[in-house]
């Protein structure tokens, strides 16, 4: 999604916003651009198309003097990647850089008759030009006019000629953090472009509108009473943020995991049984309710997909995943004793956001499981339980993944207890079978040889599949999308016993299959259906527990994981699949951090 942040302060606002633009990469954008005060007040624009070190080029030797200024990555939305519809758009006497989509933009374009001036294909101009056409020379009064014909969602920031060194910010959904920092005033779409200035910040309210200038942050709420930032303290260091000598953050990620689920089960265990009175949850919340619905996107939905099939035989009660994209025009059969879980890293999904509102709507309880603290899903769910992975910078998500796992795990186990299904004896046993479930990922962290080889057979393959059963497959998922979403290889994952309902045309000499086979109740039928792709040719990647008997000649690789109890083998094979999707994408030369067309965090629907 679109990357922003603004500076208003001593220092050189071209350096800062230039600095925080390459901080916000991980986005992903596919333009740049900035807008700043030169030294005789003007406003001085410069965009690129491409990477900011491009937007770096444009501005050398530029605007050495600027005091205050914004800078905008653009993940395209409305119109193609060029330099017209990159940001900031200037029309008049206003300035803005946008992130959100602005969904009535064609008829606020006919109503303020905007065809002829528009020199871009872009929401953002229109809603440019329509501020500008409210502008009398108060941006509060204009901004307060502007606001209530916007549909969508908008994380603006905004200049205004006549008002050099100030900058004007104001959101709904799209996010927006701000800090007056010891180095000026600032902005942004996340913190990340924050950190290396401040370890304090606020979230700008929804509809409020912040005025920054070098020496403080003012805040106003719509009917333009000024109002205190409520700071909060930024929960993991730069240092976090940071390669820490590994050659992509995914890779430094994908080992951060062992910790990265201490840090997230043991302050919750209370003598050795999962307690969340820390998190002020109730049991109630876990005892009272007849239905689990669980909301979420790609990899957090995944994530779900493994919870209901640990949930359910556990817990017995039904336990529904939906895509969140999918749920909020699904008319769900939900009320208030359906407790509904959000699953989240950025905690900035708007579908995910959208679909929790909805559950809220018809009475249910939300609960959401979220990695940064402070976001708009964790400010707005009824309870929320923080994962500890740390900062996740790479689009393609992996730490995020383990630690929501590990929350979900907890959570079945807590209501296992408070539901009676567990007694106090074998909460602790399942919670030893979690801990043990953290060396296994050790283990698989170092099988890189093993899985470097097998990557290196699936770089010449334009189609993978990833099978397996019951929980095996609910992994495999995950498996597919990884592989996918950074190798650019067309990966699929099925059901092993639905293969030969049609999909099983595909598998034709050599395609690589990788077949999962953990859960014992479905062993033998998996390597029945392992034996099937087999005999048509499937080049097989097998992954097992290490004690498995298969016949040598059945997997061209054999990957085993250690011996652990196979409802927890969700985690060491997460890190292998994670691996094989990093191996096969370094092997073909590509942006393993920020892959096309895909940003960290999607904030448009
Ligand atoms: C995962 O590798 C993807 N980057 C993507 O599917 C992601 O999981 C999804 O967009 C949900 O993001 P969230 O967890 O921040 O809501």
Redesign the pocket.
């Known amino acids: 999604m679109c990357g922003i942040i603004g500076y208003a302060g001593p220092l050189s606002a071209k350096k800062i916003i230039l600095d925080g633009l390459a901080q916000l990469e991980y986005r992903g954008y596919d333009s740049a651009g900035l807008a700043c005060f030169d030294d005789n007040q003007t406003i001085q624009i410069k965009k690129s198309v491409g990477k900011v070190t491009s937007l770096q080029s444009l501005c050398a030797n530029r605007l050495e003097d600027s005091h205050c200024g914004i800078g905008h990555t653009r993940w395209a939305t409305h119109g193609g990647v060029t330099v017209e519809n990159a940001h900031p758009h200037q029309a008049g006497n206003v300035t803005l850089i946008h992130n959100g989509i602005i969904e009535n933009y064609h008829q606020l374009t006919q109503e303020f008759h905007l065809e002829d001036k528009l020199v871009s294909q872009t929401d953002s101009e229109v809603a440019a030009w329509v501020l500008n056409s409210l502008y009398e020379g108060d941006p509060f009064t204009a901004i307060q006019k502007f606001l209530p014909m916007l549909q969508g969602s908008y994380g603006f920031c905004i200049l205004f000629s006549d008002r050099p060194g100030e900058i004007y910010g104001v959101r709904n959904v799209s996010p927006l953090v701000a800090a007056y920092t010891p180095s000026g005033s600032m902005i942004a779409s996340d913190l990340t472009a924050l950190i290396p200035y401040t370890r304090s910040y606020f979230v700008l309210p929804e509809y409020t509108i912040a005025k920054l200038t070098a020496y403080q942050i003012c805040l106003y709420n719509h009917d333009g009473k000024q109002i205190t930032p409520e700071y909060s303290k930024v929960n993991w260091d730069s240092d976090a943020a940071m390669k820490n000598g590994f050659p992509h953050f995914m890779l430094k990620e994908i080992h951060e995991q062992p910790e990265a689920l201490k840090k997230t089960i043991l302050p919750r265990l209370v003598k050795g049984i999962p307690d969340f009175s820390d998190d002020g949850i109730p049991d109630t919340l876990f005892s009272e309710c007849d239905k689990i619905q669980i909301v979420?996107?790609?990899?957090?939905m995944y994530a779900g997909m493994v919870a209901k099939a640990i949930m359910e035989p556990l817990l017995r009660i039904p336990v529904t995943v939906s895509i969140a994209s999918e749920f909020r025009y699904e008319q769900p059969l939900m009320n208030e004793k359906t407790l509904t879980l959000v699953?989240?890293?950025?905690?900035?999904?708007i579908d995910?956001l959208a679909a929790m509102r909805l559950s809220a709507s018809m009475g249910s309880k939300t609960l959401a499981i979220v990695n940064v603290k402070g976001s708009t899903i964790a400010r707005e769910s009824d309870y929320v339980l923080y994962t500890h992975a740390g900062p996740e910078i790479a689009?393609?998500?992996t730490k995020?993944y383990s630690v929501q796992l590990s929350i979900l795990y907890l959570i079945a186990c807590r209501m296992a207890y408070v539901r009676k299904a567990f007694s106090l004896e074998d909460a602790a046993n399942f919670i030893q079978m979690l801990m043990d479930a953290i060396p296994s990922m050790e283990t698989m962290l170092h099988q890189t040889k093993t899985i470097q080889e097998l990557a290196s057979h699936l770089i010449s393959h334009s189609d993978v599949f990833f099978i397996g059963r019951n929980l095996d497959y609910a992994f495999s998922l995950e498996g597919s999308?990884?592989l996918k979403?950074i190798s650019y290889i067309h990966a699929e994952a099925y059901p092993a016993g639905e293969l030969k309902h049609g999909t099983i045309a595909l598998i034709e000499n050599g395609i690589p299959v990788i077949a999962i086979a953990t859960q014992d109740s479905v062993f033998a039928k998996t390597i029945s259906n392992v034996r099937e792709v087999k005999a048509r040719g499937a080049y097989v990647i097998l992954i097992t527990r290490e004690h498995a008997h298969v016949d040598a000649e059945l997997a061209d690789i054999h990957i085993k994981i250690p011996e652990i109890s196979d409802h927890f083998t969700v985690f060491p094979i997460a890190v292998v699949l994670q691996l094989i999707a990093y191996y096969t994408t370094c092997l073909k030369g590509l942006n393993v951090d920020q892959p096309r067309n895909?940003a960290?965090?999607?904030t448009v629907e």
């Open positions: 979420a996107c790609g990899t957090a699953i989240s890293q950025s905690g900035e999904t995910t689009v393609a998500s995020a999308l990884k979403e895909l960290k965090s999607v």
